[in-house]
Every structure is written in structure tokens, then in C-alpha cells.
């Protein structure tokens, strides 16, 4: 897959030291995401493909598949927080 996912304007990925744990601020709110779309999250630049995100990924952890890559996106797209380059 060639398209390269970015976060929206507006919204940012931070860690919260008080929580432990990655949130994303967007204008509306705050999200908290699970440790799996944080690690995805991580690497929504614009500039890296989502084949890119998965072979990334899939140096750190075992099982990775593109298609689980895609479903997180598309989530978080839903969420108006993910957009496409």
C-alpha cells in the first residue's frame, strides 16, 4: 500500500508521564490509545507508506500484517484524527 497516513492538523501524539501511556490531543478532546495504534501513530508522517509502517513494525515485533496496520488507520481515520498524503 502507497498511500502515507499523517496526523490531521490540530492533532498530536504525546506521552503522558502521569497516565504512563501515549495520548493523542486534537482540538475536540484527548484519545488514548492502545500501545499498538501509539506504535503506529508513531510513524503516521506523511512521509512513510503504511508497507513502510508495516515492515518497520515488523522489526520490532512479531505477526505484523499490513492488513492489521490498515484496520488500525482506518479507525483512527474514523476518528477524524489520521489523514492521507
Same mark, same amino acid.
Given at each position: 500500500?502507497?498511500?502515507?497516513?499523517?496526523?490531521?492538523?490540530?492533532?498530536?501524539?504525546?506521552?503522558?508521564? %502521569?497516565?504512563?501511556?501515549?495520548?493523542? @490531543?486534537?482540538?475536540?478532546?484527548?484519545? $488514548?490509545?492502545?500501545?499498538?495504534?501509539?506504535? =503506529? /501513530?508513531?510513524?503516521?508522517?506523511?512521509?512513510?507508506? %503504511?508497507?513502510?509502517?508495516?515492515?518497520? @513494525?515488523?522489526?520490532?515485533?512479531?505477526? $505484523?500484517?499490513?492488513?492489521?496496520?490498515?484496520? =488500525? /488507520?482506518?479507525?483512527?481515520?474514523?476518528?477524524?484524527? %489520521?489523514?492521507?498524503?
Amino acid at each position: 500500500m502507497s498511500v502515507k497516513p499523517r496526523l490531521r492538523r490540530g492533532v498530536r501524539l504525546t506521552y503522558d508521564k %502521569v497516565r504512563e501511556t501515549h495520548v493523542l @490531543l486534537f482540538p475536540e478532546g484527548v484519545l $488514548v490509545p492502545n500501545k499498538t495504534a501509539a506504535a =503506529v /501513530l508513531e510513524l503516521c508522517d506523511g512521509e512513510t507508506s %503504511v508497507a513502510d509502517i508495516t515492515e518497520a @513494525l515488523g522489526r520490532k515485533y512479531r505477526g $505484523v500484517r499490513e492488513a492489521d496496520i490498515s484496520g =488500525v /488507520l482506518s479507525r483512527l481515520e474514523e476518528r477524524r484524527v %489520521v489523514e492521507w498524503t
